[in-house]
């Protein structure tokens, strides 16, 4: 008999278009072993029928407090799941949500509910952008629930903007980062952090560039489980081919000088800035208009620049007091000398320093690092994979950030 417990979700879905999208998201859920409770409005039902959600679900869907009334399905469900997940969440459910309306059994459930929330908005980009509705995700985000971001894309006919519903694979993984916290509480929340991925590449040409191995893996992971604890996360990506964590603001650059301008442009109202991106130093002093072409004298002779300091500008020129600085340092030999060194000629607060070369670190799934402290200390963190390492750098991010938080 296989005793092994299965996670119980109660996956919420509320009356929006996006509805079809999150059988999808039902369907993974169920396929990798959680048992779904599929909890959906009445207005839900006029877009994704019941025997839809029954028959992915493998379960009785759960509509109405008036059903089954001796179980009392209005507190059971909420008190027997390990997460509830709703999807699409209109401005309507976060409106009531936030003010603690229970009109039908899925805001009961969210009543009763003591484990993680998580919210997907999906919503026009006006309804999204109401100061209504931000004051209502910045409350939910206060009491610890989880409120992702919406994508950018394709909404309903023919407009385009901020509210599409993240992709089914993405709501899927941010799933999986908040049930493996657990109950732990969402510690960044209301917090605001920056995060820099990937690695930057410096064009020779139209067709080459100078760059490096990074893969923006690191960088993905901590935005990842810095959204599972809560924080609104704007991801910086760098030349990075990975599905988008959902809830992340994602802006994408290409060479060191655009990943600076962006980081100083995000950089103002960030509570802490980690610096995982592989930046390159130094860049071509000219660019050739034309593919470079092979010729009898040889090899071109490079000239090369050094590229701006960002980590070392982003530790000296704090724009609000009690900033948190994390930066990355990738080190081929004498990793702790090397990391030292750096950490106290960059000015930051914390150091993650980790040996690269010969299938370590770069393009792997794993990771293992010393993140070094401006206050002397010194935390290994054994080889795992790279969520884990992510949420370790958490952890020593938020005992140093300043009580309280700008509402998110």
């Not at 899927?172 to 605001?192: H, N």
Request: glycine share 10%; aromatic share 4%; proline share 7%.
């Amino acid at each position: 008999m296989n005793t092994e417990h299965r996670p119980e979700i109660v996956l919420g879905v509320g009356a929006g278009i996006a509805a079809y999208k999150v059988c999808e998201l039902l369907r993974r859920l169920t396929e990798s072993g959680h048992s779904v409770t599929v909890v959906p409005t009445a207005d839900a039902l006029r877009f994704v029928g019941e025997p839809t959600w029954a028959a992915l679900s493998g379960r009785p869907v759960a509509t109405g407090v008036w059903e089954s009334v001796h179980e009392v399905p209005h507190v059971r469900i909420g008190r027997a799941a390990d997460l509830v997940f709703v999807a699409p969440a209109t401005a309507d459910l976060l409106a009531k949500a936030a003010h603690g309306i229970a009109d039908d059994l899925l805001t009961n459930t969210l009543l009763t509910a003591r484990c993680p929330v998580v919210f997907a908005p999906a919503m026009h980009t006006e309804m999204w952008e109401h100061p209504a509705t931000r004051a209502n995700v910045a409350a939910l985000r206060a009491r610890g629930a989880v409120v992702l971001e919406p994508a950018v894309g394709r909404l309903t006919g023919a407009d385009t903007g901020k509210g599409r519903l993240p992709e089914p694979a993405d709501l899927f993984a941010a799933a999986r980062r908040v049930l493996a916290r657990g109950a732990l509480p969402v510690d960044l929340a209301g917090r605001r952090v920056l995060v820099t991925a990937g690695g930057t590449r410096e064009p020779l040409d139209p067709v080459r560039y100078l760059g490096n191995r990074s893969s923006g893996r690191q960088g993905y992971a901590l935005a990842a489980t810095a959204l599972a604890r809560g924080a609104r996360v704007s991801l910086i990506a760098a030349n990075v081919d990975l599905p988008d964590p959902a809830g992340a603001d994602i802006t994408r650059v290409g060479t060191a000088r655009e990943l600076r301008e962006a980081v100083l442009a995000h950089r103002e109202r960030a509570d802490a800035v980690v610096m995982t991106a592989a930046v390159a130093d130094f860049r071509p002093a000219e660019v050739a208009e034309g593919k470079i072409k092979k010729g009898e004298g040889g090899p071109p002779v490079l000239e090369l620049v050094e590229n701006p300091d960002i980590l070392l500008e982003l530790s000296r020129e704090r724009p609000r007091p009690g900033q948190v600085v994390v930066g990355f340092a990738a080190e081929t030999d004498h990793v702790l000398e090397h990391g030292r060194a750096k950490l106290e000629r960059k000015g930051c607060d914390l150091l993650v320093v980790n040996q690269v070369g010969a299938g370590r670190a770069f393009g792997t799934e794993d990771n293992q690092a010393v993140v070094l402290g401006a206050d002397g200390s010194a935390t290994e963190i054994p080889h795992g994979p790279k969520e884990n390492l992510a949420d370790r750098v958490w952890d020593l991010v938020a005992a140093r950030l300043a009580p309280g938080g700008e509402p998110s």
